[in-house]
């Protein structure tokens, strides 16, 4: 399985700021916290895919819309 965290996706989102798609389907353990992170981060992802990440919420999915990046979410 996935073992990518909030605890692993916040300094990655802080270095990679040339990021441009992020696939974190089917990853249990991402959460509002790692979408916390996305939103803070200089990356300008175009992609972002959160299929099946149970433990992502309306809540966390707002931060997204409110942060400049993102041209498609799935």
């Not at 996935?2 to 249990?28: E, H, I, K």
């Not at 979408?35 to 972002?48: G, I, V």
């Not at 997204?64 to 979410?73: G, I, S, V």
Request: glycine share 6%; with cysteine; hydrophobic share 50%.
């Amino acid at each position: 399985g996935c073992l990518v965290t909030s605890g692993l996706l916040q300094p990655l989102a802080r270095v990679c700021a040339r990021l441009a798609r992020l696939n974190l389907a089917d990853c249990p353990l991402v959460d509002d916290a790692a979408l916390t992170a996305l939103a803070a981060a200089p990356a300008a992802l175009e992609s972002l895919d959160l299929s099946q990440c149970r433990g992502v919420t309306e809540r966390g999915l707002a931060l997204l819309l409110h942060a400049p990046l993102c041209a498609r979410l799935e």
